[in-house]
């Protein structure tokens, strides 16, 4: 039974693949338009009037975007090369220093005041010390302290805590 359901699912297939390609025949896809379509004459002389604020603001638009092609001008860098660098081993340094200096620092207070590449360097500086392990955090995140090594607690105990 099973064998003959197969068959007639078969013939039913092929059946339907023979109708598609005589429909496919029939269909020709010019024979979809209602009309034949009229000859427009294209005349390339303009002939209209604008008025002059219509003609500078069409020129200043088609200038425009031509000109957005070409390098900036030099003005166009004076906020950014003007700025001063600071370098992370600056910061580095300087966080160091801060850190032998007073024990520990508040996180917040290193970022406090400053041009956005010395805060970024400072931001840096902090990242490097932790990787290095020379700098630890405290668990709450508030502050930072100078990390005490095995034979630095043996020197600081033997100058007198410095």
Known sequence: MLKKELEGQLIEYQRAKEAAEKLSALYIP?????????????DPVFRGTASPKKLRDAY????GKAGRRL?????????IVNR??????????????????????????????GERSELVATFLAVLELIKSGRITMSPDNQSVYLTRRRGQEEKDELSGGH
Request: glycine share 4%.
């Open 30 to 42: 010019a024979a979809s338009f209602v009309r034949r379509p009229t000859p427009v004459r294209s």
């Open 60 to 63: 200043i638009l088609a200038a």
């Open 71 to 79: 390098p900036p001008p030099a003005e166009a860098f004076n906020g």
């Open 84 to 113: 001063r660098f600071v370098s992370v081993t600056s910061r580095i340094v300087w966080l160091l220093r801060r850190l032998y200096r007073d024990g520990k620092a508040d996180y917040q207070s290193l970022f406090t005041s």
